[in-house]
C-alpha cells in the first residue's frame, strides 16, 4: 500500500500548488495589464517586473514539482 | 490496491491543477479585453503579454500532467 | 477493488477540471462583453482573443479528458 | 464493490462538472445582458459570441457526462 | 453494498448539479432584470436571451438528471 | 447497511438541491426588487419574468426531489 | 446500523436545505427593504412579490422536511 | 451504534441550520437598518416586513430543530 | 462507543449555531451602527429592532444549546 | 474510546464557537469605530450599544463553553 | 487510543479558536485605523473602545485555551 | 498509535492559528499603512496601536504554539 | 504507524502556518505600495513598518517551521 | 505503511505552502504594478521592496520545501 500512497502524495502536492501558482499568475498578470492601460508610459517597468513576480510564483510550482519527482523516482 | 491509488493520484493531480489553471486564464484573460477597452492603443502588447501569461499557466497545468502521465505510464 | 478506484479517479479527474473550465469561460467571456460595449471598435480584436482564451481554457479541460480517458481504457 | 465504486464515479463526474457550468453560463449571460443594455448597437455581436461561449461551457459539461457514461455502459 | 452506493452516487449526482445550476438560473435572471431596467428597450431581446441561458443551465441540471436516473434503474 | 446508505442518498440528493435553489431564488428576487425601484415602468414585465426564473430554479429543486422520492418508494 | 444512517440521512437533509432556505430569504427581504427605501411608491407591488419569493424559497426548505419526515416515519 | 448515529443526526440537524438561519437573520435585519436610516418615512412597513422575514426565518430553523426533537424523543 | 458519539453530537450541534449567530450578531449590529450613524434621528427605532433581531439571532443559538443539553442530560 | 471522543467533542464545541464568535465582536467593532468616525456626537449611543452586542456574541461563545465544560467535568 | 484523541481535541480546541480570534482583531484594528485617519478628533474613545473588543477577542480565545488545558491537565 | 495522534494534535493546534494569526497581521498592517497615507499627522498613533494589535494577534498564535509545545514535552 | 502519523503532524503543521503567512505578506506589502504611491512622503514610515509586519507574520509561519522541526528531530 | 505517510506528508507539506505562497506573490506583485501606474515617481521605491516582499514569501514556501525534503531524505 506504500507505492500508492507515494503515488497519492506526488499527485496532492502538485495539484494544489500548480493550481493556485496558475491562478496567482492570472491575478498578477491581469492587474498588470490594467496598470498598463491607466498608464502607458509605465509599460516596460510593468512587464519586467511581471516576468520576474511570474517566474517567483513558477518556482513555487516547480518546488512542488520537484517534490513530486523525487517521490516519483527517488523515494520509490 | 496500489494500481487503484496511483490511478487516484493521477486523477487527483490533474483535476484541481487544471480546473485552477482555466480559471486563472479566464481571470486574466478578462481583465486584459478590460485594459484593452479603456487603453485601445496598448492593445498590441497587452495581447503579446496575454499571450506569454497564459503560457505559464498552461505550463502549471502541463507540469501536473507530466506528474499524472508518469504516474500512469512509468510509475504503475 | 482497484477497478472501481480507478473508475472513481476518471470522474474525479473530469469532474473539476471540466467545471472550473466552464466557470473560467464564464468569466472570460463575461469581461469581454463588458468590454466590447464599452470600446466597441475593439470588438473584433477582443473576439479573436476571447477564442484564443476559451480554447487554452478548453484546452486544460482536455487534459483532464485525456487523464479520464487514459484511465478508462489504457490503464484499466 | 467495484460495481458501487464505478457508479459513484459517474455521480461524482457529473455533479460539480454539470454544476460549475451552469454556474458558468448564468455568470456569463449575465454580464452579456449588462453589456447590451450599456451599448444596444452591440447587441446582435454580444449574442453570437454569447451563443459561442455558452457552447464551449456547455462542452466541459459534455465532456464530464461522456466520462459518465463511458462509466455506465462501457466500463462497467 | 453495491447498491447502496449505487443509490448514493444517484443523489450525489443531482445534488450539486441541480443546486448550482439553480443560483446559476438565479444570477443570471437577476442581471437580466438589473439590465431591463436600465435600458427598458432591450427587454424583448434580453428576454429571448435569458430563455435561451436557462435552458442551457437547466439543461446541466437534466444532465445530471439523467445520470442519476440511469443509475437507479438501468445500471441498478 | 444498503438501505441506510439508500436513505443516506435521499438525504443528499435533495439537501444542497433545495437550499442552493432557496438561496439562488433569494438572488434573483432581491435583483428583480432592486431593478423595479429604479425603472417602475418595467415592474410588470419583470416580474412575470422573474416568475418564469423562479419555477425554472424550483424546478431543480424537484428534479432532486424526484431522485430523492425514487430512492425512498421505488429503488428501496 | 440503517437505522442510525437513516437518521443521519434525516438530519443532513434539513439541515443544509433550511439554513440556505433561511439566508435566501435573508437576502432577499434584505434587497426588497433596500428597493423599498429607495422607491417607496414600488413598496406595495414589492411587498407582494416578496411573500411569493418567500413562500417559493419556504417550499424549497419544505420539500427537505417531507424528504425528512418520510425518512423518519415512513422508510424507517 | 444506531443510538450515537441518531444523537449526532439531532447534532447535525440543528448545528447549519440554526447557524445560517442566524447569519440570514443578521443579514435581513442589518439592511433593513440601512434602509430606515436611507427613508425613515418607510421605516413602519419596513419593521413590520422585517417581522415577517425574520418569523419565516425562523421557521426554517424550526423545521429543523422539530426534526431534531423527532430524532431524539420519537424515532429513538 | 454511543456515550462518545452522543457526546460528539452536543458538540457538533452548538459549535456552528453559537459561532455563525455570534457572526450575525455582528453583521446585524454592525449595520446598525452605520445606519445610526447616516440617521441619528432614526437611533431609538433602529437600536430597539436591533434588540429583537438580536434575540432572534439568540433563539437560534438557544435553540441549538437546548439539543445540546437534551443529548447531554435526557437522551444519554 | 468514548473518553477521547468525549474530548474531541468538547474541543470541538468550543473552537469553531470562539472563533466565530471573535470575528464577529471584529466586525462588530469595526463597523462601530467607522460610525464614529463618521457621527460623532453619536458617539455615546453607539458605546453602549457595542457593549451589548459584544456581551450578546459573547453569550455565544460562552454556550459553548458551558456545553464544553458538561462535557469535561459532568458527562465524562 | 484514548490519550491521543484527547491531545487531538486539545489541538483542535485552539487551532480555529485562536487563529479565527487573531483574525478578527486584525479586521477590527484595520478599521479602527481607518476611521481614526478620517476622524483623529474621535482617537482616544475609538482607542480604548479598540481595547476593549481587543480584550474580548482575546478573551473568546482564552476560553479555548482553558478547555485545552483543561483537557491535557485536569482530564487526561 | 498514541504518540502519532500527540503528533498529530501539536501540528494540527500550530497551523491554522499561526497562519490566521499571519492573515491577521497582513490585514491589520495593511489598513494602517491605508489610514497612514490618508492622514500623516495619524501616523505615530496609529504606528503604536499597530504594535499593540500584532502583539494580541502574536499572543494568539503563542497560545497555539504554548498548546503545541506541552503536547509534545509535557503530555507525550 | 506513530512514524507515519509524527510525519504527517509535521507536513501538517507547516504547510497551512507557511501558505497564509505567505498570503498575508502578499496582502500586507500590497497596501503598503498602495499607500506609498498616494502618499509618497509617507514611504519612509510605512516601508519600516511592512519589514516590522513581515517579521511578525514570518514569525507565525517560523513558530510552525519549529514545531514541524522538533517532531522531526526532537520527538520522533 | 509508514513509508506511505511520509510521502504523504512530503506532498502535504508543499502543496497548500507553495501554492498558497504563489497566490500571495500574485496579490503582492498584482497591487505592485497597480501602485506604479498611479504614481511613477515611487516606481523605484515599490520595486526594490516588491523584491524584498516577494522574498519573504518565497521563504515561506522554501520553509515548506525543506521540510518536505527533510521528511523525504533525512526522516524516511
Same mark, same amino acid.
Given at each position: 500500500m506504500d507505492r500508492g500512497l507515494i503515488a497519492? @502524495? @506526488?499527485?496532492l502536492a502538485i495539484t494544489f500548488a500548480a493550481g493556485l501558482a496558475?491562478?496567482? $499568475?492570472?491575478? /498578477? =498578470?491581469?492587474?498588470?495589464?490594467? =496598470? +498598463? @492601460?491607466?498608464?502607458?508610459? +509605465?509599460?516596460?517597468? $510593468?512587464? /519586467?517586473?511581471l516576468f520576474i513576480a511570474i517566474i517567483f510564483i513558477e518556482?513555487? @510550482? $516547480?518546488?512542488?514539482?520537484?517534490?513530486s519527482l523525487i517521490l516519483l523516482f527517488v523515494f520509490k
Open positions: 497519492l @502524495a @506526488a499527485g496558475g491562478l496567482g $499568475i492570472g491575478l /498578477s =498578470s491581469g492587474k498588470a495589464f490594467d =496598470s +498598463m @492601460a491607466r498608464q502607458p508610459e +509605465m509599460a516596460n517597468k $510593468i512587464q /519586467s517586473l518556482a513555487t @510550482a $516547480i518546488y512542488a514539482l520537484v517534490v
